[in-house]
Protein backbone atom coordinates (compact mmCIF):
# COMPACT_ATOMS: atom_id res chain seq x y z
CA UNK A 1 0.00 0.00 0.00
CA UNK A 2 1.29 3.35 -1.13
CA UNK A 3 1.64 6.32 1.66
CA UNK A 4 1.84 9.88 1.39
CA UNK A 5 6.28 10.82 0.76
CA UNK A 6 6.53 7.70 -1.26
CA UNK A 7 7.54 7.88 -4.71
CA UNK A 8 4.73 8.04 -7.38
CA UNK A 9 4.41 4.97 -9.73
CA UNK A 10 5.13 6.08 -13.10
CA UNK A 11 2.90 3.61 -14.74
CA UNK A 12 1.90 2.64 -18.31
CA UNK A 13 -1.54 4.16 -19.58
CA UNK A 14 -3.54 4.68 -22.55
CA UNK A 15 -3.83 7.89 -23.95
CA UNK A 16 -7.18 9.32 -25.91
CA UNK A 17 -5.35 8.28 -29.57
CA UNK A 18 -5.12 4.49 -27.33
CA UNK A 19 -1.65 4.86 -27.29
CA UNK A 20 0.17 3.75 -24.59
CA UNK A 21 2.70 6.43 -22.64
CA UNK A 22 4.28 6.44 -19.42
CA UNK A 23 2.19 8.92 -17.44
CA UNK A 24 5.28 11.05 -16.50
CA UNK A 25 6.20 11.28 -20.04
CA UNK A 26 3.00 12.72 -20.83
CA UNK A 27 2.00 14.91 -18.02
CA UNK A 28 5.15 16.64 -15.91
CA UNK A 29 3.89 16.82 -12.10
CA UNK A 30 2.53 18.19 -10.18
CA UNK A 31 -0.71 16.88 -10.57
CA UNK A 32 -3.60 15.59 -9.33
CA UNK A 33 -4.35 11.93 -10.50
CA UNK A 34 -7.80 9.94 -9.74
CA UNK A 35 -9.11 7.02 -9.95
CA UNK A 36 -12.77 6.65 -10.40
CA UNK A 37 -14.68 3.26 -10.91
CA UNK A 38 -16.76 3.73 -14.61
CA UNK A 39 -17.41 6.91 -17.13
CA UNK A 40 -20.77 8.33 -17.30
CA UNK A 41 -22.56 7.21 -13.99
CA UNK A 42 -23.56 9.71 -11.59
CA UNK A 43 -20.67 9.33 -8.48
CA UNK A 44 -18.00 9.29 -11.47
CA UNK A 45 -20.17 11.90 -13.64
CA UNK A 46 -20.23 14.30 -10.51
CA UNK A 47 -16.71 13.90 -9.21
CA UNK A 48 -15.71 14.88 -13.04
CA UNK A 49 -17.68 17.98 -13.35
CA UNK A 50 -16.44 19.13 -9.93
CA UNK A 51 -12.64 18.86 -11.09
CA UNK A 52 -13.73 20.87 -14.07
CA UNK A 53 -15.83 23.36 -12.53
CA UNK A 54 -12.48 24.04 -10.69
CA UNK A 55 -9.66 23.47 -13.42
CA UNK A 56 -8.49 26.90 -13.80
CA UNK A 57 -8.06 27.09 -9.93
CA UNK A 58 -5.84 23.81 -10.39
CA UNK A 59 -4.13 25.31 -13.16
CA UNK A 60 -3.60 28.48 -11.62
CA UNK A 61 -1.99 26.71 -8.82
CA UNK A 62 0.51 24.42 -11.73
CA UNK A 63 -1.48 21.58 -11.69
CA UNK A 64 -2.62 19.17 -14.17
CA UNK A 65 -5.80 16.89 -13.51
CA UNK A 66 -6.18 13.31 -15.18
CA UNK A 67 -8.56 10.63 -14.04
CA UNK A 68 -7.77 7.26 -14.57
CA UNK A 69 -10.38 3.89 -15.44
CA UNK A 70 -10.47 1.25 -17.29
CA UNK A 71 -12.90 2.54 -19.84
CA UNK A 72 -11.47 2.86 -23.31
CA UNK A 73 -10.17 6.04 -25.05
CA UNK A 74 -13.73 5.83 -27.22
CA UNK A 75 -15.57 5.74 -24.19
CA UNK A 76 -13.29 8.66 -22.29
CA UNK A 77 -14.33 10.62 -25.81
CA UNK A 78 -17.64 10.62 -25.07
CA UNK A 79 -18.13 11.17 -21.51
CA UNK A 80 -16.23 14.05 -21.99
CA UNK A 81 -18.05 15.41 -25.62
CA UNK A 82 -21.24 14.69 -23.32
CA UNK A 83 -20.22 16.82 -20.21
CA UNK A 84 -17.71 19.65 -21.17
CA UNK A 85 -14.88 17.97 -19.30
CA UNK A 86 -11.93 19.78 -19.04
CA UNK A 87 -9.73 17.27 -16.96
CA UNK A 88 -7.55 14.94 -18.81
CA UNK A 89 -9.33 11.07 -19.20
CA UNK A 90 -6.50 7.98 -19.62
CA UNK A 91 -7.14 4.29 -19.67
CA UNK A 92 -5.84 2.07 -17.94
CA UNK A 93 -6.73 -1.27 -19.91
CA UNK A 94 -4.59 -3.83 -18.17
CA UNK A 95 -5.23 -2.59 -14.94
CA UNK A 96 -1.35 -2.20 -13.81
CA UNK A 97 -1.85 1.41 -12.58
CA UNK A 98 -4.96 -0.01 -10.68
CA UNK A 99 -2.57 -2.17 -8.68
CA UNK A 100 0.72 0.07 -8.79
CA UNK A 101 -1.65 2.80 -6.82
CA UNK A 102 -3.76 -0.03 -4.62
CA UNK A 103 -7.08 0.99 -6.16
CA UNK A 104 -7.99 -2.58 -7.54
CA UNK A 105 -10.03 -3.81 -4.25
CA UNK A 106 -12.79 -6.43 -3.98
CA UNK A 107 -15.87 -4.76 -3.54
CA UNK A 108 -19.48 -5.48 -2.20
CA UNK A 109 -23.05 -4.55 -3.78
CA UNK A 110 -25.89 -6.48 -2.67
CA UNK A 111 -24.18 -9.22 -1.11
CA UNK A 112 -22.13 -9.89 -4.44
CA UNK A 113 -18.26 -9.58 -4.10
CA UNK A 114 -16.89 -8.76 -7.46
CA UNK A 115 -13.79 -6.51 -8.29
CA UNK A 116 -13.26 -2.82 -8.98
CA UNK A 117 -11.78 0.40 -9.04
CA UNK A 118 -11.77 2.06 -5.67
CA UNK A 119 -12.66 6.05 -5.78
CA UNK A 120 -9.33 7.03 -4.66
CA UNK A 121 -7.08 10.69 -5.37
CA UNK A 122 -3.34 11.00 -5.63
CA UNK A 123 -1.72 14.54 -5.20
CA UNK A 124 1.77 14.12 -7.11
CA UNK A 125 4.17 16.50 -5.78
CA UNK A 126 6.71 18.46 -8.31
CA UNK A 127 9.13 15.46 -7.12
CA UNK A 128 7.18 13.15 -7.69
CA UNK A 129 6.39 12.17 -4.33
CA UNK A 130 2.92 11.31 -2.94
CA UNK A 131 1.59 14.46 -1.01
CA UNK A 132 -1.66 13.54 -0.05
CA UNK A 133 -3.58 10.83 -0.57
CA UNK A 134 -7.27 10.10 -0.14
CA UNK A 135 -9.07 6.77 -0.27
CA UNK A 136 -13.10 5.53 -0.27
CA UNK A 137 -13.15 9.40 -1.74
CA UNK A 138 -16.89 10.76 -0.95
CA UNK A 139 -17.64 12.92 -4.23
CA UNK A 140 -19.50 16.02 -2.01
CA UNK A 141 -16.75 18.53 -1.65
CA UNK A 142 -13.35 16.47 -2.55
CA UNK A 143 -12.38 18.86 -5.60
CA UNK A 144 -12.38 21.17 -3.42
CA UNK A 145 -10.54 19.55 -0.74
CA UNK A 146 -7.82 18.50 -3.13
CA UNK A 147 -7.70 22.06 -3.93
CA UNK A 148 -6.93 23.57 -0.85
CA UNK A 149 -4.12 20.52 -0.30
CA UNK A 150 -2.75 21.25 -4.03
CA UNK A 151 -2.60 25.26 -2.89
CA UNK A 152 -0.59 24.15 0.04
CA UNK A 153 2.03 22.25 -2.04
CA UNK A 154 3.87 25.56 -2.41
Known amino acids: MLNEGDSAPDVTV ?14 TP ?13 G ?11 FGDFTAAGLSV ?3 SKDTPKKHASFIKKHGLKVG ?8 ACEAYGTWIEKSLYGRKYMGID ?17 KVKVAGHAEDVLAAARALK
Open 14 to 27: EDAEGRSVKLFDAI
Open 89 to 96: LVTDADGS
Open 66 to 68: IGI
Open 119 to 135: RATFLIGADRKLARIWR
Open 44 to 54: CTREALDFTAM
Open 30 to 42: PLVLYFYPKDDTT
